[in-house]
T-cell receptor, first 109, second 113 residues
């Protein structure tokens, strides 16, 4: 079993839809959980950062962590064409991050 | 404030050639990282550094070398380029410690033919 599993997509939705992106992991030592957004031909940029279980909201984005199930999610409300990108989950136990493979999201007008 | 700057943006190498990918950051970050990203494969850590003079191997270090003589710079060296090193390379930095909010450069697209 890989340390971090993420469905590569692509996930296609119409503008205004609610999007759910997910990752599962196997390493119980992971304590910090992040979501990065990567536009085509650009470097990843941090979108959400959470520590421990629970929810964190920032505008249209909500990050959810369930450490008991080793499952994290990113919800995007009222999705926009500008949200079209690859979303990478990442998690950390110490000095380095382990990334998922990324989910490509396409939001059509 | 430029953030993390990578050069060059694109490069084509012949098998066996050598090159250095440059990375510099102006945020006074202690931790710096080199990742490679292959299509559909996510980001794989090559090397990282927790401060000047200190480097450590990541998940895929074979065929690469690094040095960290200053806080700002973290170059990545390819000694004998191989087709398997065709990839997009990203440099990243962070304050370190428990702060894992990485700031990434815009990447170097490398092709080895």
């Amino acid at each position: 079993q890989k340390e971090v599993e993420q469905d590569p997509g692509p996930l296609s939705v119409p503008e205004g839809a609610i999007v759910s992106l997910n990752c599962t992991y196997s390493n119980s030592a992971f304590q910090y959980f992040m979501w990065y957004r990567q536009y085509s031909r650009k470097g990843p940029e941090l979108l959400m950062y959470t520590y421990s279980s629970g929810n964190k909201e920032d505008g249209r984005f909500t990050a959810q962590v369930d450490k008991s199930s080793k499952y994290i999610s990113l919800f995007i409300r009222d999705s926009q064409p500008s949200d079209s990108a690859t979303y990478l989950c990442a998690m950390s136990a110490a000095r380095t991050l382990t990334f998922g493979k990324g989910t490509m999201l396409l939001v059509s007008p | 404030n430029a953030g993390v700057t990578q050069t060059p943006k694109f490069r084509i190498l012949k098998i066996g050639q050598s090159m250095t990918l440059q990375c510099t950051q102006d945020m006074n970050h202690n931790y710096m990282y080199w990742y490679r990203q292959d299509p559909g494969m996510g980001l794989k850590l090559i090397y990282y550094s927790v401060g000047a003079g200190i480097t450590d191997k990541g998940e895929v270090p074979n065929g690469y070398n690094v040095s960290r003589s200053t806080t700002e710079d973290f170059p990545l060296r390819l000694e004998l380029a191989a087709p398997s090193q065709t990839s997009v390379y990203f440099c990243a930095s962070t304050w370190g410690g428990r702060d894992e909010k990485l700031f990434f450069g815009s990447g170097t697209q490398l092709s080895v033919l």
